[in-house]
T-cell receptor, first 115, second 115 residues
Framework: GAGVSQSPRYKVAKRGQDVALRCDPI?????LFWYQQALGQGPEFLTY????????KSGLPSDRFFAERPEGSVSTLKIQRTQQEDSAVYLC?????????????FGPGTRLTVT | KQEVTQIPAALSVPEGENLVLNCSFT??????LQWFRQDPGKGLTSLLL?????REQTSGRLNASLDKSSGRSTLYIAASQPGDSATYLC??????????????FGEGTQLTVNP
């Protein structure tokens, strides 16, 4: 595709609901990242995939957060039993190689509001 | 732990001015540094990528410099225009063996260019 796409763009969830956020990276990009951006802050790293392998999930804030990329392309970030503090913009980024030195391309983000 | 700081947090200038945005980072063991632009409600757009071995990069009216040893980068915007109004984010990349070069972001500088 032309760029990284994310869906939905906006999601309102009641506290306690489960949500699933989708990321479609640029075709052929090996590396995929999820970041969380709170209001007025810079994005913070959540997790990293190289193809289908989740190599780093150290940034996931709790065990309610789960991410997968089963076929090495589309990725889903799932949040179980959402809490108000989960309200943020969730950004997905991809890059063509894990070797470093390449730009990360970001999607438009999913704005999650937990009421 | 890498920390990135951006100064100033906000900046308002009249159209036509040249301006400098500052970024500093605590750990000089970076692989590269990226400057991004973020418009309200949108994702991140990559502006410039500087590899750790480089001193500067230029794109149109933008020039970014990197002094890795002192942990500093600057983004210079020449002849600012109202369309430059956005939040500018600086991000440093860890070495690729660290989570595929995950990014650590500053909190951004919110720029307003007044007509």
């Amino acid at each position: 595709g032309a760029g990284v796409s994310q869906s939905p763009r906006y999601k309102v969830a009641k506290r306690g609901q489960d949500v699933a956020l989708r990321c479609d990276p640029i075709s052929g990009h090996v590396s995929l990242f999820w970041y969380q951006q709170a209001l007025g802050q810079g994005p913070e790293f959540l997790t990293y995939f190289q193809n289908e392998a989740q190599l780093d999930k150290s940034g996931l804030p709790s065990d309610r957060f789960f991410a997968e990329r089963p076929e090495g392309s589309v990725s889903t970030l799932k949040i179980q039993r959402t809490q108000q503090e989960d309200s943020a913009v969730y950004l997905c980024a991809s890059t063509q190689s894990p070797g470093g030195g390449y730009e990360q391309y970001f999607g438009p983000g999913t704005r999650l509001t937990v009421t | 732990k890498q920390e990135v700081t951006q100064i100033p947090a906000a900046l308002s200038v009249p159209e036509g001015e040249n301006l400098v945005l500052n970024c500093s980072f605590t750990d000089s063991a970076i692989y590269n540094l990226q400057w991004f632009r973020q418009d309200p409600g949108k994702g991140l757009t990559s502006l410039l990528l500087i590899q750790s071995s480089q001193r500067e990069q230029t794109s149109g009216r933008l020039n970014a410099s990197l002094d890795k040893s002192s942990g500093r980068s600057t983004l210079y915007i020449a002849a600012s225009q109202p369309g430059d109004s956005a939040t500018y984010l600086c991000a440093v990349s860890a070495p690729p063996e660290t989570s595929g070069s995950r990014l650590t972001f500053g909190e951004g500088t919110q720029l307003t260019v007044n007509p």
